[in-house]
């Protein structure tokens, strides 16, 4: 189940002053599961109604799930407390791994409550139909661009990956309705692939984006969006452990797109693994 933590990062971006005001008493006080609604809207200066739309907004269904939630995560024995725990100079290798792991962990288990899986079922069938398939990413987006790409081409489709900003530019002037951009960018905020995505945009081309804020300005260009979630530590950038969710999110396109396709996906699919088995030994 998702945690109270990490819905609040996942939506963070999302959050009104009012969401924030009550975020913080909550944050403050030491026993947060024991205040009233009436209480909570008092200390946080807000209304209850607001109180209403900041838990709703985190996915609880009432109030009463939201502070049982709140309980169960402060208690001393629970075990997911680890998963807050910070690496340390100190920490044995044995420790580091099962940090990271629970990190990862936590991960996984967060954005499989938090994402929209319908728009997963349709950024499938968009990328099985595509005419030319497009994945875009820098840096270690890049990589996740790239094996995107390695995957959709076993299915015998035009999928191409790029990772150059001005390689991409070029290619978006010259796309066309029934193009597909994959997007890749952890933070939505990088600039140049927001101006090229715009670009492309403009020209009929389909845009999907793969973040981990849905409230990014890349997030904006995006006709279909899909947001991982993760927490950061000192030593590990979330960004790390969102690639691993990515990889996952980008496995189940792939298997969506090949059960779209039906029969003719899973003979290109034979078909490649054939090509490949002929190169070895």
């Given at each position: 189940m998702a945690t109270f933590q990490h819905r609040i990062k996942a939506l963070e971006k999302e ?39 900041f838990y709703r907004k985190l996915g609880y269904t009432s109030y009463q799930e939201l502070k ?61 139909e595509a005419k030319r398939l497009y994945f875009f990413g820098q840096g270690v987006s890049g ?139």
């Amino acid at each position: 189940m998702a945690t109270f933590q990490h819905r609040i990062k996942a939506l963070e971006k999302e959050l009104t002053n009012s969401d924030r005001k009550i975020w913080g008493v909550l944050a403050e006080n030491e026993k947060p599961f024991l205040l009233s609604m009436n209480e909570l809207s008092k200390l946080s200066g807000v209304s209850e109604p607001s109180v209403v739309r900041f838990y709703r907004k985190l996915g609880y269904t009432s109030y009463q799930e939201l502070k049982v939630a709140l309980a169960q995560e402060m208690s001393a024995d629970n075990e997911a407390s680890s998963i807050y725990e910070q690496i340390s100079m100190t920490d044995t290798a044995e420790e580091v791994f099962e940090k990271v792991l629970d990190q990862t962990i936590a991960a996984f288990q967060t954005t499989k409550h938090m994402i929209n899986y319908k728009a997963l079922h349709r950024v499938g069938e968009i990328m099985a139909e595509a005419k030319r398939l497009y994945f875009f990413g820098q840096g270690v987006s890049g990589i996740i661009a790239s094996d995107a790409a390695h995957k959709f081409l076993r299915l015998g489709m035009n999928a191409i990956v790029m990772t150059d900003l001005h390689m991409e530019a070029i290619a978006a002037s010259h796309m066309n309705a029934g193009d597909v951009i994959f997007a890749v960018s952890h933070s939505g905020e990088t600039i140049g692939l927001l101006n090229v995505l715009q670009q492309a945009k403009e020209k009929g081309v389909r845009i999907i984006v793969i973040t981990g804020f849905a409230k990014s300005s890349i997030a904006h260009v995006a006709e279909e969006l899909l947001v991982t979630s993760s927490n950061e530590t000192d030593y590990r950038s979330d960004a790390m452990i969102s690639r691993i969710v990515q990889l996952a999110i980008i496995d189940s396109l792939y298997v969506i797109s090949v059960l779209r396709k039906g029969k003719a996906g899973i003979d290109a699919v034979n078909a490649s693994r054939l090509a490949v088995a002929k190169l070895k030994t």
